[in-house]
């Protein structure tokens, strides 16, 4: 956020308790018949306080938007609904009708002038992950997948639906091909069009996973490094001087959100015992 933004932000947010102080003050204090603020009226001038500063928050965050750039996640194996369960033990599904609509709010939000998919998939159901390959290729505005640790199958699908495909130097990217001749044409056609790669190069790569490297040799992936040089670039792109990320995601209930929180803990944790088993900082190469 521009200091100028949160300046603003600031001015409303206080200019909301302000408000909310002197209307609290005038309802529950003047207003009544005794002169002398009690218990009662106090505690209820605090609740008006409250949502007061609130309120005044939400009108600030429109006015003065903290992010230009949304972000949605692809993340476990791609399903129409999410109902389907994962073909990897313990994975998670991700469901192609609500990635589709946080792209689709992502896109009617003028705040948010480009889009990140953060990929981190093995592939999925072909029509859900087409589905969620076109919202992305119709969205207004710069697109880019961004390969955290798998980008296969159907996330090569998906990502050849975006503008700039990103992926880290030891993420492991390829896999094109799917059941059924019909599939598997369509399947090399998108690839190599979205990556403007040769049909054939695309062709050659079935069932292959490629480290990131590998992958921007043959035309994989358009851009190597961490997320910081994803950042810049996009930024620059947009003509500003850094980007400002808001997370694009459905609404969930507490049971969920908690086992979102301890999926991401897990993996956090488990990068960090696998790190303890590579040579001299580079990735482990086995796929």
């Known amino acids: ?14 200019l909301g308790a302000v408000v909310a102080v002197a209307v609290g003050t005038i309802l529950f204090g003047v207003v009544p018949a005794e002169t002398t603020l009690g218990t009662l009226e106090v505690l209820l001038v605090v609740l008006v306080v409250v949502l007061g500063i609130v309120l005044s928050g939400r009108i600030a965050g429109q006015v003065f938007p903290g992010y230009n750039v949304a ?27 609500d990635i589709v609509e946080q792209i689709e709010k992502a896109d009617a ?3 948010a002038e480009a889009l990140i ?24 505005g710069p697109t880019v997948a961004y390969a955290t ?4 199958s159907g ?7 975006c503008d700039e495909f990103h992926a880290r130097e030891g993420s492991r990217v390829g896999s094109i091909g799917v059941n059924g001749i019909k599939w598997y044409d369509q399947f090399i056609e998108t690839v190599a069009e979205g990556r403007d790669v040769d049909p054939e190069t695309a ?8 480290l990131g490297t590998e992958a921007r040799e043959i035309g994989l992936v358009d851009t190597l490094g961490p997320r910081d040089e994803m950042e810049e670039n996009l930024a620059a792109e947009l003509g500003v001087d ?5 997370e694009f995601e459905p609404e969930r209930g507490l049971q969920e959100k908690l086992s979102v929180v301890a999926t991401r803990v897990a993996r956090g944790f488990g990068r960090g015992v696998a790190s303890v088993f590579v040579d001299d900082g580079h990735p482990n190469g086995r796929v």
């Open 242 to 246: 850094e980007i400002r990320v808001e």
């Open 1 to 14: 956020m521009s200091g100028l933004d949160a300046i603003g932000r600031g001015a409303v947010i206080l």
């Open 203 to 210: 062709r050659e790569t079935e069932a292959r996973i490629y």
């Open 109 to 111: 939000d003028s705040n």
């Open 71 to 97: 972000e949605v996640s692809v993340d476990g194996a791609i399903t129409q609904s999410g109902d389907s369960p994962s073909p990897l033990p313990g994975g998670n599904s991700a469901a192609s009708d």
């Open 155 to 161: 996330g090569m699908w998906i990502a050849s639906g």
């Open 149 to 152: 640790n798998l980008c296969a």
């Open 117 to 140: 998919l953060n990929m981190n998939t093995p592939g999925g159901e072909v029509v859900a992950s087409e589905d969620i390959r076109y919202a992305a290729e119709q969205f207004d």
